[in-house]
Structures are given as structure tokens and as C-alpha cells.
């Protein structure tokens, strides 16, 4: 089956710690995205890549990084410099071009700070 | 003032209804227009995508864009229970920031049998 995973589902953080979101696809899309989305809220773009090894920065970049070691993975951390990290992470793909626009979204996951 | 507008609701419709969902925005460079449905506790998946001004149609919804009022729309016919999500817009300049999408609130929902 083709498609976006993410994991874990649910994920629990203490204060002060960093955390890793994993998300993997096998669609061989170019492009990766990470979205934030908060309750009641559209989603907010965290950092892309278009290709392996770049990545740029998205409107909320603060606090979380990013790599793009290998075409198919695109983990985020939330570092412990992320002054709000509660919220429902996304990560989406797409193919280059015109089609960057075209993201298909992983299912999601949601992290609780404690 | 948010780049993109759109009326969270929450919106309640009996089945079988034409439901209207809507969004403004202020950037005139968007040129790209999508609406994705969102589930409870799921990624959104991407119903329609548009390019500049007109209307598209598949199956039964209709998107419709007027750049000129800044205003996107989306109609659904005969609404189904199944319907019942959060609706988002979203919009991107393209170009340069292809793939920079921003997004609205969205919209919730419901269509009760």
C-alpha cells in the first residue's frame, strides 16, 4: 500500500525534553511538509523540503528542527525551546512542480506536553 | 488581520441539503485554491484543486473561485451524513512558493439523517 505514515499516534513529552516525530512516505514524492494545527485552528506550516538534503523554513519554524537525509523521511524534533508544543502534528507530501500543491497528509500525531 | 477567512461554524444541515462553505482572503498573489475534508483525528485529505478564477465540478461538489472579490467557494449537493468533517481552504501564490499553502480555520460540519 502507497501512502504517508506517521508515528507514534499519541506522544507524551515532559518538560524539557526533546522529542522526534517520525513520518515516512513510499509514494516517491519530492517534496515533504510539516504542519502544525492547533484546535479550532487551519493549519500552520512548520518546515519543507523539496528535495534530499534542504529544507526550508515555514512560518513557525521556532523551536523545531527538521532533516532530510533520505527521499522518503522527513522526522521533526520539538526541541524543549518550543514554548507551546501541545497540538496535532502533520506531516504531508507532494510531487514537484505545479503539483507542490497538491499535499497528501499523513494520518497524524498527537503530542501532549505533561 | 489573517491572510485567509473562513467561517468556522459549526454548520448543521439535514441530509439531502446544498450546503455552501466559503472563504476570503486578502493576498492577491494566491493563485492556487484547494479544499481538503478533515475527519475527526485524521490528516485532511485534498477534495479539490483549482487554478485561478472559475469553477470545477466532481461528482457532487463544485468549487468555485472569484479572484476578483477575493472569494472561494465550495457546494456540495445532496449532502450525506458521510459529509459530516471539518472543510479547510487553503491557497498558495505558487511560483516561488509553490508548496507554501496557508490555510483557513476550517469549517465544521454536520448532516444529520
Known amino acids: 500500500d502507497g501512502g504517508i505514515t506517521q508515528s507514534p499516534k499519541y506522544l507524551f513529552r515532559k518538560e524539557g525534553q526533546n522529542v522526534t516525530l517520525s513520518c515516512e512516505q513510499n509514494?516517491?514524492?519530492?517534496?515533504m511538509y510539516w504542519y502544525r494545527q492547533d484546535p479550532g485552528q487551519g493549519l500552520r506550516l512548520i518546515y519543507y523540503?523539496?528535495?534530499?538534503?534542504?529544507?526550508q523554513k515555514g512560518d513557525i519554524a521556532e523551536g523545531y528542527s527538521v532533516s532530510r537525509e533520505k527521499k522518503e523521511s522527513f522526522p521533526l524534533t520539538v526541541t524543549s525551546a518550543q514554548k507551546n508544543p501541545t497540538a496535532f502534528y502533520l506531516c504531508?507530501?507532494?510531487?514537484?512542480?505545479?503539483?507542490?500543491?497538491?499535499?497528501?497528509f499523513g494520518p497524524g500525531t498527537r503530542l501532549t506536553v505533561l | 488581520q489573517k491572510e485567509v477567512e473562513q467561517d468556522p461554524g459549526p454548520l448543521s444541515v439535514p441530509e439531502g441539503a446544498i450546503v455552501s462553505l466559503n472563504c476570503t482572503y486578502s493576498?492577491?498573489?494566491?493563485?492556487?485554491f484547494m479544499w481538503y475534508r478533515q475527519y475527526s483525528r485524521k490528516g485532511p485529505e485534498l477534495l479539490m484543486y483549482?487554478?485561478?478564477?472559475g469553477n470545477k465540478e466532481d461528482g457532487r461538489f463544485t468549487a468555485q473561485v472569484d479572484k476578483s472579490s477575493k472569494y472561494i467557494s465550495l457546494f456540495i449537493r445532496d449532502s450525506q451524513p458521510s459529509d459530516s468533517a471539518t472543510y479547510l481552504c487553503?491557497?498558495?501564490?505558487?511560483?516561488?512558493?509553490?508548496?507554501?499553502?496557508?490555510f483557513g480555520q476550517g469549517t465544521i460540519l454536520t448532516v444529520h439523517p
Open positions: 504531508a507530501s507532494s510531487w514537484g512542480g505545479a503539483s507542490y500543491n497538491e499535499q497528501f
Open positions: 509514494l516517491n514524492h519530492d517534496a
Open positions: 523540503s523539496q528535495i534530499v538534503n534542504d529544507f
Open positions: 493576498n492577491s498573489a494566491f493563485q492556487y
Open positions: 483549482t487554478y485561478s478564477s
Open positions: 487553503a491557497m498558495s501564490p505558487g511560483g516561488t512558493s509553490y508548496g507554501k499553502l496557508t
